[in-house]
T-cell receptor, first 112, second 119 residues
């Protein structure tokens, strides 16, 4: 158990819908990262927040957005969902802006 | 942009054997971090080992060790005395230090190597 929690574990929805994935980092970690793992794209970095502020952006679509709240938990919002958004979404956390990242168990999103 | 290449999609070895997984990367950075992550069938991503580029000494963690060749941009993982529980996908990952410019500070992953340990 890495100490990073993600909810829900599984999510099934339809095209065009909007969903919110939630992540709680390890106690004491200030950075939260979001990653997408799909069969065709592999593991891709989406976005990082550090202590409430956006820190870095990767291959995140404009339909996706994220935020980190004062209690340091983070949410990833996915809207206008397409079939290709079906993937495993991981949250990871680290103490600072760099260093070892510890991953949560992931949220499996299925778009039908 | 950084790229990470794992040229072995799948490997299979007998229990107790030693196996080496290959990873090469491309970057113009001088300082960076390299990692190996393990993803068993449960899909959990587990950090196996890390290496800082400025350290010449190869990192080791129990049965896991790396061969870091900075000039060759190579970062291989050696698993000694392999066990059935080592069966998993193994991902090599690169991370540049913060504030180094050029975009994302997240991990850049390779495509992975599926390692199967046979009884």
């Amino acid at each position: 158990d890495s100490g990073v929690t993600q909810t829900p574990k599984h999510l099934i929805t339809a095209t065009g819908q909007r969903v919110t994935l939630r992540c709680s980092p390890r106690s004491g970690d200030l950075s939260v990262y979001w990653y997408q793992q799909s069969l065709d794209q592999g593991l891709q970095f989406l976005i990082q927040y550090y202590n409430g502020e956006e820190r870095a952006k990767g291959n995140i679509l404009e339909r996706f957005s994220a935020q980190q709240f004062p209690d340091l938990h983070s949410e990833l919002n996915l809207s206008s969902l397409e079939l290709g958004d079906s993937a495993l979404y991981f949250c990871a956390s680290s103490v600072g802006v760099q260093g070892e990242q510890f991953f949560g168990p992931g949220t499996r999103l299925t778009v039908l | 942009a950084q790229t990470v290449t794992q040229s072995q999609p799948e490997m299979s070895v007998q229990e107790a054997e030693t196996v080496t997984l290959s990873c090469t990367y491309d970057t113009s950075e001088n300082n960076y971090y390299l990692f190996w992550y393990k993803q068993p069938p449960s899909r959990q991503m587990i950090l196996v080992i890390r290496q800082e580029a400025y350290k010449q000494q190869n990192a080791t963690e129990n049965r896991f060790s790396v061969n870091f060749q900075k000039a060759a941009k190579s970062f291989s993982l050696k698993i000694s005395d392999s066990q059935l529980g080592d069966t998993a996908m193994y991902f090599c990952a690169f991370m540049k230090p913060p504030n180094s410019g050029g975009g994302a500070d997240g991990l850049t992953f390779g495509k992975g190597t599926h390692l199967i340990i046979q009884p």
